[in-house]
């Protein structure tokens, strides 16, 4: 099927070379006026003036975006889509003066939500996250990383990472499956003489295993943090998964600069992820490597802390930054992604073009897809988003709003189209 999506306001392309970008690249989103997207099949076909691009894709389906912005569809490189009830009581527990460290100790905080996996069935945590992921894709993104980390035993974490499985099939949105069996040390283990032992020989020597044989997981996943996983550990689980064919990340250096993103950038990893106490050392480390620095500002908000990574050191320095919801019940129940556009100016200091680039390019660059998503340029995957907006800039500016009137993944529609199709 072709698509010629014309009379839009602007065009924001982030065209340019199929990686992260860095320092300046990242304050070049290469905005179009007067400019028309072609489609054909699964490929944007060109983007150009629209008298030239009807030659191109003669008797294609037009789609009038007056009014609208056209974009790359959103990244969400970080998310935990898969849970089941919401952790509502917490945020009161905070406010109230309780840390996170404080919570979790009571059985709180992830302890919580993997109790809940545990006694729900694959049927009801699929229809749960279904209708997450739809809202999610009301609001311009079009793909979404998706982590385990709720079940914490084998079986547990393969039923979470098949019922990624499930929506990847029933749902319009590219979803790519995350294991993240080492997100907390389980209470039975605390709690055992085996303690963090025992739960690191379950996870090399029958969790892993067990997700790679299956093929259920694109990426490896670690929670290096004082308390949950050392660097040793984060390391020994890291190189294994490599071993076993999949990719790796972290959560690094979220609440304690404790070498994660060192870790990250010495092992290859694709990204760093959260980073809000990284050292100097750990941006020096980025600066030298191909890992890209994820940033996560909702779970900072939300948690009401004063202190946010610092997204301008990093850029500055070189390092390719993207920025994630962090979507899950306890730290970042937000499904909205140009919310997260608006923190990524208002309190990381970036410029609307460093959020535009962020949340495309260098998301796909976070999920080795940059070859392939991110962008508006030929031979690209056809993965749009149409704002209400007449200007790019009023995506952050209009904070909390969903705006986002249509989408597209691989050509075909992912979010109801609102505008005049002939």
Excluded at 120 to 126: C, G, S
Excluded at 279 to 285: F, Q, R, T, W
Aim: aromatic content about 6%.
């Amino acid at each position: 099927m072709s698509l010629l999506f014309i009379n839009a306001s602007q065009v924001v392309t982030c065209a340019g070379p199929p990686r992260g970008r860095r320092g300046a690249e990242m304050n070049d989103a290469q905005i179009m006026k007067n400019a028309a997207v072609a489609v054909e099949g699964e490929r944007i076909a060109a983007v150009g003036p629209v008298n030239e691009l009807e030659a191109m894709v003669p008797g294609a389906t037009r789609i009038d975006c007056r009014g609208c912005v056209i974009l790359p569809g959103l990244v969400d490189s970080h998310t935990h889509a898969v849970f089941g009830r919401p952790r509502y009581e917490e945020q009161e527990m905070r406010a109230a003066g309780d840390g996170y460290m404080d919570i979790a100790a009571r059985g709180g905080g992830i302890h919580a939500s993997v109790r809940d996996v545990r006694a729900r069935d694959e049927e009801d945590l699929f229809l749960l996250a279904r209708a997450r992921l739809l809202n999610i894709a009301s609001h311009g993104t079009t793909t979404v990383e998706v982590k385990s980390g709720y079940g914490l035993t084998t079986e547990d974490e393969l039923k979470l990472l098949r019922v990624v499985a499930r929506l990847s099939n029933a749902l319009p949105l590219r979803l790519i499956p995350t294991w993240l069996g080492a997100h907390e040390i389980p209470f039975e283990y605390r709690s055992s003489d085996t303690g963090h032992a025992g739960y690191m020989e379950l996870l090399l020597r029958e969790m892993l295993p067990a997700v790679a044989k299956a093929g259920l997981a694109r990426f490896a996943d670690v929670f290096c943090e004082p308390g949950v996983f050392t660097v040793a550990e984060t390391r020994l689980i890291l190189d294994m998964a490599r071993e076993a064919g999949l990719a790796l990340k972290l959560h690094a250096d979220e609440l304690e600069p404790s070498g994660g993103a060192e870790l990250a950038a010495e092992i290859g990893a694709t990204s760093a992820d959260h980073l809000a106490a990284i050292s100097s050392g750990g941006i020096s480390a980025l600066v030298a490597s191909g890992t890209v620095a994820t940033l996560l500002p909702g779970t900072l908000l939300f948690l009401g802390r004063a202190r946010q990574a610092p997204a301008r050191a990093l850029i500055d320095s070189g390092v390719a930054v993207a920025l994630a919801t962090d979507f899950n019940p306890g730290t970042s129940p937000t499904m909205n992604f140009p919310l997260i556009l608006t923190l990524g100016v208002s309190q990381l200091g970036m410029s609307v073009a460093e959020v535009l680039i962020a949340s495309t390019v260098n998301g796909a660059a976070a999920l080795d897809l940059a070859g392939d998503i991110g962008q508006l340029s030929p031979g690209f995957s056809a993965d749009l988003a149409l704002f209400e907006a007449d200007d790019a800039r009023e995506l952050p500016y209009w904070y909390g709003d969903r705006r986002c009137r249509g989408s597209w993944v691989r050509g075909k529609p992912c979010h109801p189209c609102e505008l005049r199709v002939s």
